[in-house]
């Protein structure tokens, strides 16, 4: 037991007369980078809250490297593990410095003063987390994800060996959440930082963790590695939800594609249809929820067997397709045009090119032309996606003279699409 981090041990939590935990046991090695997950109510954070010693279960025992966690100081706790809660309150007018400097507490006496080395971990932390910008600014006039990240910092200023996390990434957009999660993996795989976290998002959970709890009901559902938990059918059991699950065009992990709800197969007037102009399993996610959200989407040109056709087969998507392995034919060229034309939207989504699938770039300028709204995903990034000598590049900066629309992300495709809805259902309301 000793060589364990945290152990858990028959742990049973209540709020009133409501039982929250019935008998949870996990432990948790050194350098584990351990994800919770779980619908509402499951008891994520109650279960958080053990393991930092915010809440004192009326059953069982949290034992920390060997030790009852209830029979360590808060401040030798403080020293080795730092806790990240989801809202952090601040009630006075700090700066971000002063702020993230309170990290430096449980290292220094009762009459310390931080001295030149504090000052430099502070700095490192803040750099580390992308707040140092931020150090003069007062603390009560950050937004969501400017606190989200000062709190992280601060509780790096700690120099913990343990990082607990509750919902760290919750007030930020996708790229801020990449980057605080990319760090967090840093820490834990470079320098061994044991992190212990709750994330709503599966896909994050499956991209980050080494392993996941899976909590139902107060209870654990399932442990193991992304590939063990993240199954058709335990999503289904857990969530109630239907679910697609592939694997990562990269790094192979599970991802979960959420399904539509069944409809009766009729398509409304005011239904927006969205043409996504996708490939190498950039566009599955999405397709799905496009179509959750009630869109008819279709996509093209996909090679068979791609990600993307295979996530447009299992959602009964239009799906533009070509040969696998293969060049773009002027054929399918056509066709993904002809499709697209009959969409409302259209997204380019962030897919390398290169030759073999130079067209789904060239597409847009007769869509932008006829008048077509497209969108261009991450054109930030493209030069690094782009393997044709940069003609990619050049035709995405002349097609933005034409009209053609950036977006940096595909948070940023959902909100537009949830704004094209609304606008489209206006028209239609006013025309009665």
Same mark, same amino acid.
């Given at each position: 037991m000793s060589n364990m981090v945290f *152990? /858990?041990?028959?742990?049973? !939590? $209540?709020?009133? $007369?409501? +039982?929250?935990?019935?008998?949870?046991?996990? @432990? #948790?090695?050194?350098?584990?980078?351990?994800?919770?997950i779980g619908p509402n109510a499951a008891g994520k954070s109650t279960l958080l809250k053990t393991i930092t010693a915010a809440l004192k279960p009326i059953g069982g025992v949290v034992y920390? +490297?060997?030790k009852d966690l209830n029979e360590i100081s808060r401040r030798d706790l403080a020293k080795q593990v730092a806790v990240v809660p989801q809202e952090t309150e601040v009630n006075f007018p700090f700066t971000v410095l002063e702020l993230v400097m309170m990290g430096r507490h449980p290292h220094l006496g009762r009459f310390d003063q931080e001295n030149k080395q504090d000052f430099e971990i502070v700095r490192q932390a803040m750099e580390s987390a992308n707040c140092w910008h931020l150090r003069d600014r007062n603390a009560l006039e950050?937004?969501? &994800?400017e606190s989200q990240k000062v709190i992280l910092a601060r509780a790096l200023a700690q120099e913990p060996e343990i990082i607990l996390l509750d919902e760290p990434v919750s007030h930020l957009d996708l790229s801020a959440q990449l980057e605080v999660l990319n760090l967090l993996k840093e820490m834990n795989s470079n320098h061994g930082v044991t992190c212990i976290g709750i994330l709503h998002d599966l896909n994050l959970a499956s991209q980050f963790? *080494?392993?996941?709890?899976?909590?139902?009901?107060?209870? /654990?559902?399932?442990?193991?590695?992304?590939?063990?938990? %993240?199954?058709? =059918?335990?999503v289904k059991k857990v969530y109630n939800t239907d679910v697609l699950v592939i694997k990562h065009p990269l790094s192979g992990v599970p991802q979960i594609v959420v399904l539509p709800i069944a409809s009766d197969g009729s398509v409304s007037s005011s239904q927006l249809r969205v043409h996504l102009i996708c490939g190498g399993g #950039?566009?599955?996610?999405?397709? &799905?929820?496009?179509?959750?959200?009630? !869109?008819?989407v279709s996509a093209g040109v996909v090679n068979i067997q791609d990600t993307d056709w295979e996530v447009g087969q299992a959602l009964g998507l239009e799906i533009v =397709? @070509? *040969?696998?392995?293969? $060049?773009?034919?002027?054929?399918?060229? =056509?066709?993904?045009?002809?499709?697209?034309?009959?969409?409302?939207?259209?997204?380019? %989504? @962030?897919?390398?090119?290169?030759?073999?699938?130079?067209?789904?770039?060239?597409v847009l300028e007769p869509l932008l032309a006829d008048g077509k709204p497209c969108y261009f995903v991450d054109a930030e990034h493209l030069p690094e996606r782009d393997y044709t000598g940069g003609d990619v590049d050049r035709c995405?900066?002349?097609?933005?003279? +034409?009209?053609? +629309?950036?977006?940096?992300?595909?948070? $940023?495709? %959902?909100? @537009?699409?949830?704004?094209l809805r609304k606008e489209k259902s206006d028209v239609e309301t006013a025309l009665g």
């Open positions: *152990k /858990i041990h028959d742990i049973e !939590c $209540s709020y009133g $007369s409501h +039982q929250v935990l019935k008998g949870v046991n996990f @432990e #948790v090695p050194p350098g584990s980078f351990l994800v919770i920390f +490297q060997g950050l937004s969501g &994800g963790s *080494k392993q996941l709890i899976m909590l139902k009901d107060g209870k /654990i559902f399932k442990t193991g590695t992304p590939k063990e938990v %993240l199954t058709v =059918e335990n #950039v566009g599955g996610a999405l397709m &799905g929820q496009l179509s959750r959200l009630g !869109c008819r =397709e @070509e *040969k696998p392995f293969s $060049s773009i034919s002027t054929r399918s060229y =056509e066709a993904n045009l002809q499709m697209a034309l009959q969409a409302d939207v259209i997204f380019a %989504l @962030e897919t390398p090119f290169g030759r073999g699938n130079i067209l789904n770039a060239q995405i900066s002349m097609l933005k003279e +034409q009209g053609l +629309q950036l977006l940096p992300d595909q948070l $940023s495709v %959902l909100k @537009e699409v949830q704004n």
